[in-house]
């Protein structure tokens, strides 16, 4: 969830007009968080994770699986709740938050985790109290969900929604999805048009197909609506928007409508913080493909395990020159006129830097940084280091997408509204947070590459074996510096179908400066030349001291994540395909139907649940074990 402020939004071409003053008095807002912070010491090594429901409509009757737009009336009674409903538990009052989806809600603990074993094993109570929390609030046929993707997201034949809507509105001008999805506050509309205003175009979006016995060759999709004509963009398919053998997306919430699980870490210092965020960089594109959990769209099997590209796509508001597509206007041209420079990227997409200053950070930065020079030099003048300049200068290449009319003018020393305006329309797979206003808060990492799990005993293990890699990387002196073209190549590899057992990830050797490539079962377990993921956790575990009851129970996560790892576990991406595919009315054509839908939806639940074994996806004993919590 980005920056939720209050007020009038201002259209794309007034918004635009602004674009520089957002910038020139958001880097102002940081430098005085940096004067003030830059010096900070000694915070505790606290955290937390940020879980995304969807809100999914179960019909038994019907047999159908709808998304409940029932956000707002949701977040209102989950409001209502206090201590009361928390009594026994080990968690605080969590709190909730809205999505871009009007059927997601977000939770996010009532007070942050520490590193002991006791606050490592708090976590997964307190995910479970929060799904109580919000499936107390839903209505009986309705249930909190934690997966990556809907299956059936803007399939036109039949509803998705409940209530139902058709696909059309001023907002997205989608020919799959209707404006109604959207979160009603102000800043999700205005910021999927002006996205699309920007960019000169409807985002488009191409996952390949997952080709099937009976799956069309080539597959051109039959539901696309070429005959409609609302808007001027409709025509973009017929054009060429839509590939074949891809499943065609035009929206937004095509991928902002996709659920996640992230977490962020505090740090101790500055320092410490951007020491993390270089080491858990390489880590990223490894824990997206465990976690892999996203491979269908729009009522169709897609031949990749993981929904990153397609947000990616969803949110590229680059305009042609930007996306090479148009003549480049020249190196030289003014730092204010962003449209007028090549970007590599979307805004949302894989780190492009390192932070630390060290040589062998820079030597790892082999990926040209394209930098708003002004913005830099403004850095490097107040003091600011060549590296963290150049991180900053490089997410103010970028146009801030949403400005409201009543926060254009505001005090830098107090608001870091401008800042955060980009700050957070930068979404990449991990973010530098300085401290927000107010003392109670220090330098945090966030870890965002991580799909969403089915169950909350998976999210409590992904979440504490990154927690506990924080520790590796601060207490063992792990060096895992490589450079990031490489990195960049790894995350595309880790969303490729079953990137498990058909992938190798580039990866530094030992404590050589080379690389090597790797299976992520030697990444997770080790090679003779290659201390694994798992083992190093292992060996900072061995020095704390932990009584044998809470080693089992941590041995349960980090197992389940080294099942994943190594195959012995499907990744829930596997287990969707699987269950899509030996579905007794799949046709093997690679459709998603309502029927299978449904089915699949009330199986997930019941697994969720722990009325049903996953045999393959879960330990042994899962469901016995959720029951007994």
């Not at 958001?26 to 010096?39: A, H, K, N, P, T």
């Not at 930098?371 to 997410?395: F, K, P, S, T």
């Not at 401290?435 to 330098?443: E, L, S, Y």
């Amino acid at each position: 969830m980005g920056l939720l402020s209050l007020g009038t939004p201002l259209a794309w071409p007034d918004a635009r007009e602004l674009s520089e003053h957002v910038r020139v008095h958001g880097i102002e807002q940081f430098l005085s968080v940096w004067r003030r912070m830059r010096d900070r010491q000694g915070d505790a090594p606290l955290w937390g994770d940020e879980l995304e429901y969807m809100v999914v409509a179960l019909d038994p009757e019907q047999r159908t699986a709808r998304l409940s737009l029932r956000q707002g009336e949701i977040l209102q009674r989950l409001a209502q709740c206090d201590d009361s409903d928390v009594l026994g538990t080990c968690a605080a009052l969590p709190t909730f938050h809205p999505e871009y989806g009007r059927y997601m809600i977000e939770s996010t603990p009532g007070r942050p985790f520490g590193i002991s074993a006791d606050e490592l094993l708090r976590v997964e109570r307190d995910m479970l109290v929060r799904r109580r929390l919000t499936r107390e609030r839903l209505l009986p046929n309705e249930v909190p969900m934690t997966i990556g993707s809907f299956p059936r997201l803007g399939v036109t034949d039949t509803a998705f929604t409940d209530p139902p809507h058709e696909a059309h509105g001023a907002a997205s001008h989608s020919l799959f999805l209707p404006d109604e999805i959207i979160n009603t506050h102000v800043r999700f509309p205005t910021l999927t048009s002006n996205i699309r205003q920007r960019r000169g175009s409807k985002v488009r979006i191409n996952v390949p197909i997952f080709r099937d016995t009976h799956t069309p060759e080539p597959f051109v999709d039959p539901t696309i609506p070429y005959e409609r004509e609302l808007f001027p963009e409709d025509g973009e398919a017929r054009a060429g928007a839509a590939w074949a053998d891809h499943i065609y997306m035009d929206a937004m919430g095509f991928g902002m409508g996709c659920c996640c699980l992230q977490v962020t870490f505090q740090a101790s210092s500055m320092d410490e913080a951007r020491k993390l965020y270089d080491q858990l960089t390489p880590l990223t594109p490894l824990l997206l493909a465990v976690s892999a959990a996203s491979p269908t769209y729009r009522g169709y099997l897609g031949d990749v395990d993981a929904r990153w590209n397609v947000i990616s796509a969803a949110v590229d508001d680059r305009t042609p020159v930007e996306r090479g597509e148009a003549p480049f206007a020249g190196a030289g041209a003014h730092n204010s006129d962003t449209h007028a420079r090549r970007l590599r990227k979307s805004r949302y997409d894989s780190v492009d830097s390192y932070l630390c200053e060290n040589d062998e950070a820079r030597a790892c930065n082999d990926v040209p940084l394209e930098v708003n020079e002004a913005v830099e030099q403004r850095l490097r003048a107040a003091g600011v280091d060549a590296v963290l300049a150049a991180h900053m200068a490089h997410l103010f290449v970028r146009d801030p997408l949403v400005i409201f009319s009543e926060n254009v003018d505001l005090h830098d020393a107090t608001s870091v509204d401008h800042f955060e305006n980009l700050q957070s329309t930068n979404w990449q797979t991990m973010r530098f947070k300085p401290p927000p206003p107010g003392n109670a808060i220090g330098w945090r990492v966030e870890f965002r590459p991580m799909e969403i799990q089915l169950t909350d005993f998976e999210n409590a293990a992904f979440s504490v074996c990154i927690a506990l890699l924080t520790r590796v990387v601060l207490e063992l002196g792990v060096d895992w510096y490589m450079p990031i073209s490489l990195v960049d190549e790894n995350l595309q590899r880790a969303q490729q179908r079953d990137a498990v057992h058909t992938q190798r990830f580039h990866f530094r050797r030992g404590d050589a400066p080379a690389t090597a490539e790797y299976t992520l079962a030697e990444l997770f377990h080790g090679t003779d030349d290659l201390p694994g993921l798992l083992p190093l956790v292992h060996r900072y575990l061995d020095t704390q001291p932990i009584a044998a009851a809470s080693r089992a129970a941590l041995n349960e996560y980090l197992d389940l994540v080294g099942a994943r790892a190594d195959g012995r576990l499907m990744t829930n991406a596997a287990y969707i395909r699987q269950f899509v595919r030996s579905h007794a009315a799949y046709r093997h054509d690679s459709v998603v139907s309502d029927e299978i839908n449904y089915d699949l939806l009330s199986t997930l639940d019941a697994i969720e649940r722990g009325e049903k074994e996953a045999p393959g996806l879960l330990p042994a004993g899962y469901a016995a074990r959720r029951q007994g919590i």
